[in-house]
């Protein structure tokens, strides 16, 4: 059975990935919508004036953002009178775009076959996956996983593949990432440092009620050589465990993320965690991105 895909990010910022800002700045709507001297070469091959314009629009919006021109909800009136300036027709006209279906189809293909654009298909995907799995490995966010995802199909001339595929392909790549880190981490440790490790979320008879984690979380008191003492108990009996040194290969911010994460919890949900987590369903329409 397939694991079921989670859902990395909100209604509102799936719907910021397919949209043309309203407010995009004047230097953005230069940048991505300024047509050269060959775009309107190109362009001025088309006899009607709405196919002129309609073909130049959807040239930009496989610039920014990336999506074809039936995978944008709604273009701004801005971005379509900036490039009817260009293609020096009235912008009322685009209104008439596409009223023949195929229309908009067999200027995709001309795109795709002028300008280089490519579709995202599994070879594309797989790129990406490795492209992004140092990211994945250095940090656990997943927002900025797929931003930069977005970033590099368009640096690349590929044509943005729905967001439920991004997200699916993110959400592969974080968690073999997951797997790497915990291996990193995991693998060094003997089975006697392991069975240390547990103990310290079991209550501790020395301890009274308490775990060994509870008493190694305790801070400080106020500064005084009583509170030196305490502090330098708790790093003596760290210093017993014998505990190998982090793998150079976690990033740091990673170790920062975990460390973090774990604080949260009391010993008792930590303790819990092995018991109740599900034996590990990898989505199997995604490749190992991890060297073995």
């Known amino acids: 059975m397939v694991a079921k895909t989670p859902r990395l990010l909100t209604g509102e910022q799936r719907d910021a990935f397919v949209r043309v800002p309203a407010d995009l700045s004047e230097r953005d709507l230069g940048r991505f919508y300024t047509l050269s001297a060959r775009d309107l070469e190109i362009i001025g091959r ?65 795109l795709r076959r002028e300008f280089g654009f490519q579709n995202c298909g599994w070879p594309q995907l797989h790129a990406l996956g490795q492209e992004l799995m140092p990211l994945a490995l250095e940090s656990d966010r997943s927002l900025p996983l797929i931003e930069t995802g977005v970033e590099r199909l368009r640096a690349q001339q590929i044509i943005a593949p729905g967001m439920t595929t991004l997200e699916r392909l993110v959400w592969s790549v974080q968690r073999l990432a997951q797997r790497g880190v915990e291996r990193l981490l995991a693998q060094p440790l003997t089975l006697a440092q392991r069975t240390q490790l547990d103990g310290l979320l079991q209550v501790d008879p020395e301890l009274r009620t308490r775990t060994r984690l509870s008493w190694l979380r305790e801070a400080p008191e106020i500064p005084s050589a009583k509170s030196l003492r305490k502090v330098l108990e708790r790093l003596a009996y760290l210093c017993t465990l014998e505990l190998p040194t982090p793998d150079g290969r976690v990033h740091p911010n990673r170790l920062r993320q975990l460390a973090s994460r774990c604080g949260q919890y009391a010993a008792q949900p930590l303790a819990r965690f092995g018991a109740d987590q599900p034996t590990r369903c990898w989505p199997r329409t995604y490749p190992i991105f991890l060297p073995a």
């Open 46 to 110: 088309h006899r009607r004036p709405a196919n002129r314009l309609g073909f130049a629009v959807h040239l930009g919006l496989l610039r920014f953002p990336g999506r074809t021109f039936a995978d944008v909800p709604e273009i701004p009136e801005r971005v379509v009178e900036y490039i009817a300036q260009q293609v020096d027709v009235d912008p009322a006209v685009f209104e008439q775009y596409g009223e023949r279906d195929n229309t908009i189809f067999e200027h995709l293909d001309e």
